[in-house]
Every structure is written in structure tokens, then in C-alpha cells.
């Protein structure tokens, strides 16, 4: 008899881990679970205070000169540039006219004048 005894207090000792390993996991299920609904509810505060933030008007700060680093100015680069092609697609059709009125220019009595002035600005240029 001591025998079955012996076993029965096994069979309930193992019974109760078993229980006690439902216990936990159902008390981790319930944390995590708890955990979880506490993060939606924080993103829910978070998203509630961006639309809150982008409903108001935003004010305008003076803008503070932006750094340029390196050689060139970056912003006439820029203009320069936009003035460029918007040359070029206004007179598309005319740059053609536009070039041999150039070339007749300077094979004309202004030609001398041109000529000396570009010399002259490329006096200037190289130094």
C-alpha cells in the first residue's frame, strides 16, 4: 500500500504544475494583452495630438540665411538656370532667326565694336 501512496502524491504534484502552468500563461496572456491595448491607447493619444497640432495655423518665422558652402552662389545658380529654359521654351521657333542676326551683327560695322569688347572682358576674366 505504501506503494500506491507513494504514487498518488506524484500524480497530484504533477497535476498541480500543470495547473499552475495554465495559471501562468493565462497571467501572461492577460499582461500581454493588457499591454497591448495601453500601447492603441497610446497611439490613439498621439494621433489625436498631431491632428490637433496640424489644425492650427502655423506661424511664420523669419528664415535665417541658409549657409552656402563651397565655390558659387547656389540660389543665382538656380535662377540663372530657371531664366535659362524659360528663355528657350518662350522662343523656341525664334533661336534660330536670333543666331544668324548674331552672326550678321558681327560681320557688320558694329562687328570692331564687339570684338574689342570681348577681348576686353576677357582681359578681365583671366587676369
Not at 540660389?75 to 543666331?99: C, H, L, S, W, Y
Request: proline share 3%.
Amino acid at each position: 500500500m505504501a506503494a500506491k501512496k507513494k504514487s498518488s502524491k506524484r500524480s497530484k504534484k504533477s497535476a498541480r504544475g500543470k495547473k499552475t502552468a495554465k495559471r501562468k500563461t493565462k497571467k501572461t496572456r492577460a499582461a500581454a494583452s493588457r499591454r497591448t491595448s495601453a500601447k492603441t491607447k497610446r497611439t490613439k493619444k498621439t494621433a489625436k495630438r498631431k491632428t490637433a497640432k496640424r489644425a492650427k495655423p502655423a506661424k511664420k518665422r523669419a528664415a535665417a540665411p541658409k549657409r552656402e558652402f563651397g565655390e558659387g552662389n547656389y540660389k543665382a545658380t538656380r535662377e540663372f538656370d530657371k531664366a535659362q529654359t524659360d528663355f528657350v521654351a518662350k522662343n523656341r521657333d525664334r533661336i534660330p532667326e536670333m543666331g544668324r542676326e548674331a552672326a550678321d551683327t558681327l560681320d557688320g560695322p558694329e562687328g570692331v565694336e564687339l570684338e574689342q569688347a570681348e577681348q576686353e572682358t576677357l582681359k578681365h576674366a583671366h587676369g
